[in-house]
């Protein structure tokens, strides 16, 4: 299987630590030997899109993926339209950050239509292609868990996402898995398996636990919940990814840690648990 | 198409108005022609089963189905002789109460192994085959939503559902299919086309909706969430079925209204969206 990876695959998404600014977190990263940060669009904004791109280049830490476009289906052609457009910033802004891949959340159901919801997806993901292509930019369609299909992610399991990329060029749009919303499907190991390798642009940890404190805020840390980290792990692997491994826990409790506490715990369960 | 379903099929699972004791739950349906009631154990043993049974009998009201067996995964082999033992009795209490089908929730992950977990679920159903058959009882699987998969069912889908029964006889163990659980699969459609008639054991609705008040108590009322309710309905009835439809809310605001009016409404709301 060869040797379980190290602090230089593991990536931190910010939303785990939001209390940090990006320069932060990027400078608390590079003194542990993270390879990798998650960024997400709205506090980029805050920090300022050069400045946090300095910042980064200047700790030595490399950008996973930026969260997060999305969010295709809307009622009318003129909203639909303006979703494209905002998709098509947060494509620039990946490539000005430097990663080349742009998590897309992609919207819920819109005029109370799950079917039609789904085609608007396909179409949106369509149109914004060529911009992405031509930005160097990845799209990567995250699978989110069914109790998110109503209102954030009319795509749910693997085998829909997979077949949904699989009807666009693979050089522009693949695949971000996350173990929360994926661990529980019966199929999660053969899907993985039918991934086509370059189609895997993210692995993103945490772990499922009971009871579940909040629909959003309740992801656990890694080892403190039901998920098989490290089987999942070496299955994406296995299926030919060698790229960062973003810890992405959205949990009131960690975020009420003082962030050095919270990054050493996060650094030492990715090690033992992945 | 043919027409809409009228109220002999309408079923009033207990859990949906618990204010009402078995006795008055049977008179205010029989008083409203709706044909079926769905009972749990728990209430069932309040009442008495005998007098459960002849408070039925008198209004003229069937039962739809008793909730539940299962919760097969425990963690050594005396608890899970205990859990089949508990299934037993389940399905005895069934044929008392002249239902022919018993809803097996089949419990959560134990010993924190999905798969090992997922193996006891079909041994464990394997088991009591026997006593069901001789005692004339089905045994309907129902498939909850993944966000239950580690505390109450390891079964997650309908296709998963339906290759685990397959493995056992047509005669003695089915599907019971929740909107709630399911809505959301984009494998739905193909998947109740795929049941064998014979299989198909019950047909629960409700609705989705959004924010979710409470995994457990939060869902909604038919039509005010975001499930296609004819639309799986008229699926379900083309795939061959054409038993009792069960109304299964567990909602604390259904639950506040006074008994008579929270069941007008399902009523009424029942014949307009399903």
New interface residues.
Partial sequence: MGAEPGADRLSINQASIPAWSIPALAEACAARDIGWIGLWREPVAETGLAAASRSLRDAGVKVSSLCRGGFFPAPDAAARAERLDDNRRAIDEAAALGTNTLVLVVG??VN?D?EAS?AMVADGIAAIVPHARDAGVKLAIEPL???F???RSVV??L??AREMAAALPAETVGIAVDVYHV?????VGQEIAALDPERILGFHVND?I???PD?LLGRGMMGD??I?LRGLRRQIDQAGYDGPIEVEIFNQALRDLPPDEALDRIKARYLETC
């Avoid at 661990?183 to 199929?187: G, T």
């Fill in positions: 819920g159901v109370h799950l789904r868990h069914p109790m299909a109503a209102d749910v399991t085998k829909q661990w529980w499907d019966p199929d499922w009971v009871p579940l629909m919940g039901f098989d």
